[in-house]
């Protein structure tokens, strides 16, 4: 398994490796880059998943003390024949793994994992879209975990059919 073994090669991801669910995004990511490539012309050669690094984070998202919850960042995971598969102006998927077991999926560009009131906090840079804007104007999302899920204020005056106000 390509992915597996270009894991084991990259420092400090042993601890990813290990989880079943981190293996499982990546590998449904590589048969999506297989079939994007591959549904306009079967006979078009067979990409690669692409694994820079930064794709793969140990962290501590639920305040429990060990890096054992990983962030599955895509900005930083390319299909070697289609760059732009998981890739866009706002940034791409982040999918946020905690203790091998739980994930949410985001979008975004930049992430930093800092603390309030002495819990984790992840901020996620988001398209401006998000906060009524343009694209390049700075949009920050605040993302918690709790025991039972993930934590994010959503805007309370837009309209869920159209996301205005």
Request: aromatic fraction near 6%.
């Amino acid at each position: 398994m390509k992915v597996l073994a270009f894991l084991a090669l990259l420092p400090g991801l042993a601890q990813a490796q290990e989880t079943p669910l981190v293996d499982r995004i990546l590998e449904t990511a590589r048969a999506e880059c297989i079939a994007d490539v591959q549904s306009g012309d079967p006979t078009a050669p067979t990409p690669d998943l692409l694994i820079e690094p930064g794709a793969l984070t140990a962290v501590d998202l639920d305040g429990e003390g060990e890096k054992n919850d990983t962030i599955v960042d895509f900005n930083h995971i390319l299909c070697s024949l289609n760059y732009s598969l998981w890739h866009g102006t706002g940034g791409s998927i982040l999918h946020l793994v905690v203790n091998g077991e739980r994930s949410a999926s985001l979008s975004g560009g930049l992430w930093r994992l800092t603390e309030f009131n002495g819990a984790p906090l992840l901020l996620i840079g988001r398209h401006g879209g998000n906060c009524e804007g343009f694209g390049a104007q700075p949009c920050v999302q605040a993302v918690s975990v709790y025991d039972d899920g993930f934590s994010t204020v959503q805007h309370p005056e837009l309209d869920e059919t159209d996301g205005r106000p």
